[in-house]
């Protein structure tokens, strides 16, 4: 089956500017997660989807990070507008409805540079 | 809420030898127990968990133990291999529905050198 799918790889922005990262999960899998590792520090919950709704979004940061999935396929993770401390990997994980925690799968991430 | 305290940060051991890297936890009501490797610019990838009803489990070179009393839990990499170089994560869960989220440590760079 294909993987968690994640883009850009790379982004590297200006702070205020805007960005949009997208997470295709594997196909079927209704649990959605979003995680940031800034800089050398654990990698740290952001939120997660049950389809197309919010079932935790306690680690969102602050209101400039607006996660979306709408129709409970893809999700975006949008970032407006940016600052120097939302630089880090942003993780996507996504699982089948009954897997939970066990059946984690994760892209590859998104390496965001706020300069 | 969940903390996890993983050491040491970096760990280098001569190939062939032994890796043990370590986590503590601080929610009881923690019961899962996964460890993540990830190679560089790739993804984590799941190497090995434990629930909270066994001790110990083992794949080949790799077994983790976990003790529930102390809340901790470690990896332990025996006849290492330069492929066993990576980053390595311990994480915690309490495996309630709707509560499915991981809390990480920071991850250990494990290095073997040749």
């Known amino acids: 089956e294909a993987g968690v799918t994640q883009f850009p790889s790379h982004s590297v922005i200006e702070k205020g500017q805007t960005v949009t990262l997208r997470c295709d999960p594997i196909?079927?899998?209704?649990?959605l997660y979003w995680y940031r590792r800034v800089m050398g520090k654990e990698i740290k919950f952001l939120l997660h989807?049950?389809?197309?709704?919010?079932?935790?979004e306690s680690g969102m940061p602050n209101n400039r990070f607006l996660a979306e999935r709408t129709g409970g396929t893809y999700s975006t993770l949008k970032v407006q507008p940016a600052e120097l401390e939302d630089s880090g990997v942003y993780f996507c994980?996504?699982?089948?409805?009954?897997?939970?925690?066990?059946?984690?799968?994760f892209g590859s991430g998104t390496r965001l540079t706020v300069v | 809420g969940e903390n996890v305290e993983q050491h040491p940060s970096t760990l280098s051991v001569q190939e062939g030898d032994s890796a043990v890297i370590k986590c503590t936890y601080s929610d009881s009501a923690s019961n899962y127990f996964p460890w993540y490797k990830q190679e560089l610019g790739k993804r984590p990838q799941l190497i090995i968990d434990i629930r909270s009803n066994v001790g110990e489990k083992k794949d080949q070179r790799i077994a983790v133990t976990l003790n529930k009393t102390a809340k901790h839990f470690s990896l332990h990499i025996t006849e290492t291999q330069p492929e066993d170089s990576a980053v390595y994560f311990c994480a915690a869960s309490p495996l309630d529905f709707g509560n499915e989220k991981l809390t990480f440590g920071t991850g250990t760079r494990l290095t073997i050198i040749p």
């Open positions: 989807f049950v389809k197309e709704s919010k079932q935790d």
């Open positions: 196909s079927g899998h209704d649990n």
């Open positions: 994980a996504s699982s089948h409805a009954t897997g939970g925690v066990y059946g984690y799968t």
